[in-house]
């Protein structure tokens, strides 16, 4: 089980109460989702500038998830090469969190002139044909700019935090 502990990572409060409402939507509240007929995926894009918490977020997330989630992280090469393989894997797991670390760096923009091949399988993966349960997908990004707003629309990102640079009390802490 990852050791991260929420305590470890200051954060605004404001930030916290939406994580925690992300979270309840795939833990307490999942069987009410259900009942509503509404989807049980999630998905998260956690953006902000290098060093200001966005990977120990996501290992306290996998933390807190662990046992009744199965985590998945994908890191570059994964996401260029197997995301479609990846999310049809987590079928085999039960409920998921798959992590996709540095997105920015893999799906770009398409009036950038980036490949298409790993956006199209991302889109696809996240709310394509094959429809999946139980599946929360957190990304991190140092320029959310740079993605394609196909990626950050609602139904594969329904939240989407920008951790701020600490100021001088959270940096004390």
């Known amino acids: 089980k990852p050791a991260a502990a929420r305590d470890g990572l200051v954060l605004p409060a404001a930030l916290w109460s939406e ?51 199965t985590t998945i992280l994908a890191d570059a090469h994964a996401m260029r090469h197997t995301l479609a393989d990846l999310y049809a894997e ?10 996709l670390d540095d997105i920015d760096l893999v799906l770009g923009h398409r009036d950038g002139g980036a490949n298409g091949g790993p956006l199209a399988d991302f889109l696809a993966a996240l709310d394509g044909v094959r429809q999946r349960d139980d599946i929360l997908t957190i990304a991190t990004t140092n320029d959310p700019q740079s993605l394609d707003p196909a990626a950050q629309r609602t139904n594969r990102f329904d939240t989407v935090l920008t951790l701020p640079l600490p100021d001088a009390a959270s940096r004390t802490r």
Do not use: Q
């Open 19 to 69: 994580i925690d409402v992300f979270l309840a939507a795939a833990t307490t509240r999942r069987e009410t989702l259900r009942r509503l007929g509404l989807g049980t995926n999630r998905g998260m894009l956690v953006a902000g500038p290098p060093g200001v918490g966005k990977t120990h977020l996501v290992r306290v997330i996998a933390a807190t998830l662990a046992g009744p989630y």
């Open 90 to 99: 987590s079928d085999t797991f039960g409920p998921t969190l798959v992590v």
